[in-house]
């Protein structure tokens, strides 16, 4: 089992920027994708940064782009997401998500394991 912690949350103004971070622990070897999803109230949860542990490729959804960038740090199995020019819609539960099956193809945003997940709150 892959077992993933969250934490970076918080609140912020329409603008601003805030940094996720996740730690995993447990099979990490097995892990293909890591990935970043959220949950806003009353969704379903969404997709929105993923890489490829292996060769590095990251995917993001259309409405993060050029505003959130995804990290990995291997030595430490640490998973980060930068989110810069947040806006309200942006509001939702984050966490972070490890794929053990998909043999590298993260763009499909799948997932086998997750966190809790951090609330992350941007107001206008």
């Known amino acids: 089992a892959v077992h993933l912690m969250e934490s970076g949350g918080g609140s912020v103004q329409s603008g601003g920027s805030l940094r996720l971070s996740c730690g995993a622990s447990?099979?990490?070897?097995?892990?293909?994708?890591m990935s970043w999803f959220r949950q806003a109230p009353g969704k379903e949860p969404e997709g929105v940064a993923s890489i490829n542990i292996a060769i590095g490729q990251k995917y993001y959804v259309d409405s993060v782009k050029d505003r959130f960038t995804i990290s990995q740090n291997n030595s430490k199995n640490t998973l980060g997401l930068q989110m810069s020019s947040l806006r309200p819609e942006d509001t939702a539960v984050y966490f972070c998500?490890?794929?053990?099956?998909?043999?590298?193809?993260?763009?499909?945003?799948?997932?086998?394991?997750r966190g809790q997940g951090t609330p992350v709150t941007v107001s206008s």
């Open positions: 447990g099979d990490t070897d097995r892990i293909y994708c």
């Open positions: 998500a490890a794929d053990v099956d998909s043999g590298g193809y993260c763009q499909n945003f799948r997932y086998h394991y």
